[in-house]
C-alpha cells in the first residue's frame, strides 16, 4: 500500500507565500509522476500542477507564473511554493503520485487525504 501525506497548508494573507509539502511512502517501486490538484467549496477538483521523475512540468493557467512545483525523488517528495496568493486560490490541496509498487507492474493513481490553503483579502 502507499501513502500520501500532505502538509504546509494554512492562512494566508493575499499577497503572500506559502509552501505545502507531500511525503510518499509505502510500497513504492517507482513514482512516475506527481502533482497537486484543489478544489473550492462547490466546485469540481482540478489540476494546479503535475511534475514528471524527469522534472517536466506542467500548471494550469490559472497559477502559471505565481506557483513553482519541484520533488526530491529521492525522499519521494513533492512541493508547492504558492507566490502572490489571491483569494481565489482558497481550497483544499490533493496530492497524488502515479506509483508503480513492483517491477512489470501497471502503474496506479494514489491521493493525498487534502491540506486547506486559505488566502484572506
Known amino acids: 500500500q502507499v501513502q500520501l501525506v500532505e502538509s504546509g497548508g494554512g492562512l494566508v494573507q493575499a499577497g503572500g507565500p506559502l509552501r505545502p509539502s507531500c511525503a510518499a511512502s509505502?510500497?513504492?517501486?517507482?513514482?512516475?509522476?506527481m502533482g497537486w490538484y484543489r478544489q473550492a467549496p462547490g466546485k469540481q477538483r482540478e489540476l494546479v500542477a503535475t511534475?514528471?521523475?524527469?522534472?517536466?512540468?506542467n500548471y494550469a493557467d490559472s497559477v502559471k507564473g505565481r506557483f513553482t512545483i519541484s520533488r526530491d525523488n529521492a525522499k519521494n517528495m513533492v512541493y508547492l511554493q504558492m507566490d502572490s496568493l489571491k483569494p481565489e486560490d482558497t481550497a483544499v490541496y490533493y496530492c497524488?503520485?502515479?506509483?508503480?509498487?513492483?517491477?512489470?507492474?501497471?502503474?496506479?493513481?494514489?491521493w493525498g487525504q487534502g491540506t486547506q490553503v486559505t488566502v484572506s483579502s
Open positions: 497524488n503520485a502515479a506509483v508503480t509498487t513492483a517491477p512489470g507492474m501497471g502503474m496506479r493513481w494514489y
Open positions: 509505502g510500497s513504492i517501486f517507482s513514482i512516475i509522476a
Open positions: 511534475i514528471t521523475s524527469g522534472g517536466s512540468s
